[in-house]
T-cell receptor, first 110, second 112 residues
Framework: RKEVEQDPGPFNVPEGATVAFNCTYS??????FFWYRQDCRKEPKLLMS???SGNEDGRFTAQLNRASQYISLLIRDSKLSDSATYLC???????????FGTGTSLTVIP | NAGVTQTPKFRVLKTGQSMTLLCAQD?????MYWYRQDPGMGLRLIHY???????AKGEVPDGYNVSRLKKQNFLLGLESAAPSQTSVYFC???????????FGPGTRLTVL
């Protein structure tokens, strides 16, 4: 089993739609969780951290479910500019090791 | 404020050649990381550093060495390049292990 798993997609959604991605992780002792976005042939950029109580940043909402060992990202009112690959990242708590998912591809269609 | 910069942006090596990738950050971050990204595999941690003069192995350290002589710089060395090291290399930095990382633009390396 991979340490972090994501549905690769692709997700093709119309503008204005709501879309959600999930990411599962293997180590119950994991401590820190993040969502990044990566545009084609660019570096990953931090989208948001994921806190135990859940957190929101504009149209983006992140949730953590420790019991089921997954994190989620919800995007409301999708924009064309949201088209990208979304990476989930988990610090397993074993030292300073971060594990990246392989990413979920999102395309927002006009 | 340049953030995280990487040099070079592109490089082609022949098998057996050596090279050094340079990463620099101007955010006074303690933590720095080197990753490689390959299709279908996500980013994998090669080595990391938790402060000047310290380095540690990540998930895929074999064939690479690193040095952190100055807080703002983190060097990744390939002593004898192999085709399996063809990849995109990203450097990143952060304030701590609990906070998100900021990435450089990447180095595309091809080993023939």
């Amino acid at each position: 089993r991979k340490e972090v798993e994501q549905d690769p997609g692709p997700f093709n959604v119309p503008e204005g739609a709501t879309v959600a991605f999930n990411c599962t992780y293997s180590n119950s002792a994991s401590q820190s969780f993040f969502w990044y976005r990566q545009d084609c042939r660019k570096e990953p950029k931090l989208l948001m951290s994921v806190y135990s109580s859940g957190n929101e940043d504009g149209r983006f909402t992140a949730q953590l479910n420790r019991a089921s060992q997954y994190i989620s990202l919800l995007i409301r009112d999708s924009k064309l500019s949201d088209s990208a690959t979304y990476l989930c990242v988990v610090n397993m708590g074993t030292g300073n090791q971060f594990y990246f998912g392989t990413g979920t591809s999102l395309t927002v269609i006009p | 404020n340049a953030g995280v910069t990487q040099t070079p942006k592109f490089r082609v090596l022949k098998t057996g050649q050596s090279m050094t990738l340079l990463c620099a950050q101007d955010m006074n971050h303690e933590y720095m990381y080197w990753y490689r990204q390959d299709p279908g595999m996500g980013l994998r941690l090669i080595h990391y550093s938790v402060g000047e003069g310290t380095t540690a192995k990540g998930e895929v350290p074999d064939g690479y060495n690193v040095s952190r002589l100055k807080k703002q710089n983190f060097l990744l060395g390939l002593e004898s390049a192999a085709p399996s090291q063809t990849s995109v290399y990203f450097c990143a930095s952060s304030y701590s292990e609990r906070q998100g990382q900021f990435f450089g633009p990447g180095t595309r390396l091809t080993v023939l």
